[in-house]
Nanobody, 129 residues
Framework: EVQLVESGGGLVQAGGSLRLSCAASGFTFEDYVIGWFRQAPGKEREGVSCISRRDGTTYYANSVKGRFTISRDNAKNTVYLQMNSLKPEDTAVYYC??????????????????????WGQGTQVTVSS
């Protein structure tokens, strides 16, 4: 059974940091593009960052570029999202998702994860002002 499990969310003051983790199981992790997406109340889901399969090329939404860093540890079947200089507008439920399409990282970011096959349950991030 394919599973993606997010953790690391919480409440933090503006300017603070959090590190989200996405632990995967049930598939060959290094063969999958992994992305982070978020959805705030009353808003559509948006792409935050994606990382390609084997070479680890990364892509970021303009809103988080320079503040967030995505990385993957294929030995641990885990993708991380280090979030620094957090802002209240970063408040959302954050989801990780995975798919096997090798060239899909940038596409999935731009299309807010549409078409990705596997999703986690989400973790809440709240940034207070």
């Amino acid at each position: 059974e394919v599973q993606l499990v997010e953790s690391g969310g919480g409440l933090v003051q503006a300017g603070g940091s959090l590190r989200l983790s996405c632990a995967a199981s049930g598939f060959t992790f290094e063969d999958y593009v992994i992305g982070w997406f978020r959805q705030a109340p009353g808003k559509e889901r948006e792409g935050v960052s994606c990382i390609s399969r084997r070479d680890g090329t990364t892509y970021y939404a303009n809103s988080v570029k320079g503040r967030f860093t995505i990385s993957r540890d294929n030995a641990k079947n885990t993708v991380y999202l280090q979030m620094n200089s957090l802002k209240p507008e970063d408040t959302a439920v954050y989801y990780c998702a995975g798919d096997r399409w090798s060239d899909g990282a940038y596409y999935y970011l731009l299309n807010n994860g549409r078409g990705m096959n596997y999703w986690g349950q989400g973790t809440q991030v709240t940034v207070s002002s």
